[in-house]
């Protein structure tokens, strides 16, 4: 996933960013498209409940991202450019992302079935929850100084815990933090109703509506760390090495309040944001002092072609594996497969454990997008929203 445009137009591009974004997305295709949901390997799960993977890292890294990008695509605009033409345009490219978000979801039934297909379609999601975040962000930093906003980053992840923690659960009778019926579950079933939340589940949804609050904080910890390293005045010694302390103390903070508040991406909690955060603080300075200030560029093409094309590779990746479940092919026993089962049957478990082979299919699927995506950034084809 990519920044919508707005994000894409910035004189300062760092480098550090791109590779670090295009790791990210191109990680959330490895796990969002394993050769078979039956066979994968522990750190390409996400956790049941409670506890954090390397998978459940991804998204908020994603997020932490775009608020980056934010400080510094609209760091110089919002004291020269109208702020109503800036949030304008902000709107209108987080209603693009929603949509397509939307379109996943409803992609075929839609053309098959629309009544059902619209009575039935998940609401939130992924690309849903970007556009919910990026556009609350967006707002913030162009109407805010960087004081209040870390005021509302700390306010957020307060609140959040005391709401989660203190407030009784209708028809439970008290505050809890289990699947079915935490309070972000009950609004979720509220509002959305069971037709609209996450199949998986329908009783729950993991990009519900109360746990975007502190997703934002997540897009308000990147826009602070952006802030940060943009600034002029200061050495990169010292932009790196408050990177890294700062990313050290969030984590040993998350840990901290995992302890009374457990760290968890389903409800994305307050420890959550801090833990991730940090560890995205941490990676994102490691990137910055090892391409932009010691130079080491060579090997991060591969990460910058993911990077510079992310929303265009995000929603792709997502959508040409339903159009390959369309399509049928008929096995010698007369027996009828979908087409991406029968590719994943006739090349890769043949020849590998179901694990193994699960893994391989994933990675070759990232490996034939590496080459799209290379031969486009050759060609200066870059997919803006």
């Not at 019926?181 to 996450?198: F, S, Y």
Request: charge should be positive.
């Amino acid at each position: 996933m990519s920044e919508p445009s707005i994000l894409q137009k910035s004189p300062a591009r760092l480098l550090s960013l791109d590779v670090f974004r295009g790791l990210t997305v191109a990680a959330m295709i490895l796990v969002n498209n394993p050769g078979s949901w039956s066979h994968i390997y522990a750190p390409l799960k996400h956790a049941e409940w409670n506890g954090c993977t390397p998978t459940d890292l991804i998204f908020p890294f994603f997020l932490f991202i775009v608020g980056v990008s934010i400080s510094y695509a609209l760091g110089s605009k919002k004291d020269t450019v109208s702020h109503t033409k800036l949030i304008t345009t902000a709107l209108k490219r987080a209603l693009i992302l929603f949509g397509l978000g939307l379109f996943l979801t409803l992609f075929p039934k839609v053309f098959t079935d629309p009544v059902e297909a619209f009575k039935t379609v998940r609401i939130p999601g992924v690309l849903q929850r970007i556009a919910v975040v990026f556009f609350i962000t967006a707002v913030l930093f162009i109407k805010t100084s960087p004081k209040t906003q870390l005021r509302t980053f700390i306010g957020i992840l307060i609140s959040y815990w005391l709401v989660m923690t203190l407030v009784p659960v209708p028809g439970v009778g008290y505050a809890n933090l289990e699947k079915e019926t935490n309070l972000g579950a009950w609004l979720d079933r509220t509002i959305l109703t069971e037709a609209h939340l996450w199949k998986s589940a329908k009783t729950w949804d993991p990009e519900g509506i109360l746990s975007t609050l502190p997703a934002v904080g997540t897009g308000l910890f990147g826009v602070l760390i952006g802030s940060w390293l943009k600034r002029k005045d200061r050495e990169d010694s010292v932009k790196i090495s408050w990177m890294f302390s700062i990313g050290f103390l969030a984590v040993i903070m998350g840990l901290i309040w995992d302890l009374f508040f457990p760290i968890n991406k389903a409800l994305w909690t307050s420890s959550f944001v801090l833990y991730a955060g940090g560890l995205a603080t941490i990676g994102l300075a490691l990137c910055y002092w090892l391409i932009d200030v010691q130079g080491f560029k060579k090997g991060t093409t591969p990460f910058v072609v993911y990077g510079v094309n992310a929303i265009t590779v995000f929603f792709l990746s997502g959508l040409i594996p339903r159009i390959l479940t369309m399509i049928k092919v008929t096995m010698p026993d007369g027996t009828q497969i979908n087409s991406r089962e029968w590719m994943y049957q006739t090349f890769f478990t043949p020849y590998f454990s179901p694990i193994n082979a699960s893994l391989a299919g994933a990675i070759t699927f990232i490996l034939i997008w590496l080459v799209i995506l290379w031969w486009m950034f050759r060609k200066n084809i870059i997919i803006k929203v």
